[in-house]
């Protein structure tokens, strides 16, 4: 057994640790939208465990707490906990589920337990957001398939034709990939020059030139290099449409969320409490 390989095995883990932390505190601040939570964590560490005296002191730093549990866990960025209650009490009152408030995002006045009706988008918009939706996801699959692709792309600088090459063949670029089934092979290269050319669309010129690097040994290290630039090029690509297509697909579920609650017609009231002033109403 390869001891070395448990140690260096076991010293990656150890090195994840901290990044999962970090991940984890990135995540809680991104939910709660608030460094409460890491704050109070630092403190905990610096202070220990023992409860802070004052009790006012002690019981605002309980109920910002309660309140960033609550955002954590529903999504939901009430301003206040007497807020969050109000907000719970509603939900359940109305039978909506806090989730699909969270994923309204800013089209839902948490206050005022409401849609922002003139707060959203337009059609020209949302259509602009399918669109981005449409390319990116197309896209996406494109450039995965391509990373799949062992072939890489070279010009000939003497006919400036651009051709797809593996280890061991070429093929031009017209007819497509899936329709060429004629690529020139390195052991072609010992049939005549105008055999190959009839046969792979190369001219007599290109099919010479090709054959005399495809059988040398520099030409597979040199084809796996390009192949590593390829694939990073495309990497950074998909990411970035990735990133597009996830953007697309939160700002579209946040606009179908708000409707769908829009469409509900629910009072924004409790029960037992007074009707909250819509200054939002005059505009429509």
Sequence with gaps: MDFATITQFGGALAALVPVVLIAG??????RTVSLHTLLRRLWLLVHGSD??????????????????????????QAASLEEAHQLIQWAQINRVDLRQIAACGRYFDTGLRQVRKQDLPSRPYLFAQITVFAVSLVGSLALAWLMLIPQVPFTLKSSERT??????????LWPPVVFNRNPLKKSDCDQP??????RTSFTEAEVKTLC???????WPPHLASKLKEQRWSLFVCLLFLLALLARAVVVLNKVVSAKDLLARGLPSTLPGAQAELDFYGGKD
């Design 193 to 198: 020059l105008a055999a190959n050319a009839a």
């Design 51 to 76: 409860e802070i005296s004052d009790p006012a002191i002690r019981a605002y730093v309980d109920e910002q707490t309660n309140l960033m549990s609550f955002r954590m866990f529903s999504g939901v």
């Design 163 to 172: 051709f797809l090459a593996t280890e061991s063949s070429a093929q031009t």
């Design 212 to 218: 005399e690097f495809l059988p040398t040994d520099e």
């Design 25 to 30: 505190f990135v995540i809680v601040i991104w």
